[in-house]
């Protein structure tokens, strides 16, 4: 899926999530969602990881994904 410019999860940044907004016609407050997912999404993956360790599920994929999304979350989260 492309996020303003980019395809790529990893060179997502604000002003593609900005782009994204305005195209689709979201308010102002479409920016801040944004920006709160960004800190609430890491927490809720860590968690759903777990249950799926619970689970037994223990594919590698699971953390490898858990930590991207953190990373990239964190990196968006910064961006003013």
């Known amino acids: 899926m492309k996020i303003g410019s980019n395809y790529e999860l990893s060179r997502i940044r604000r002003k593609d999530w900005d782009a994204l907004g305005q195209l689709a016609g979201l308010g102002s407050g479409a920016h801040e969602r944004v920006r709160d997912l960004t800190h609430r999404l890491p927490p809720l993956l860590e968690e759903t990881a777990e ?26 989260g910064k961006q003013k």
């Open 51 to 76: 249950e799926l360790n619970a689970q037994h599920v223990d594919d590698p994929i699971i953390g490898r994904l858990v930590e991207n999304i953190s990373q990239n979350a964190e990196t968006l």
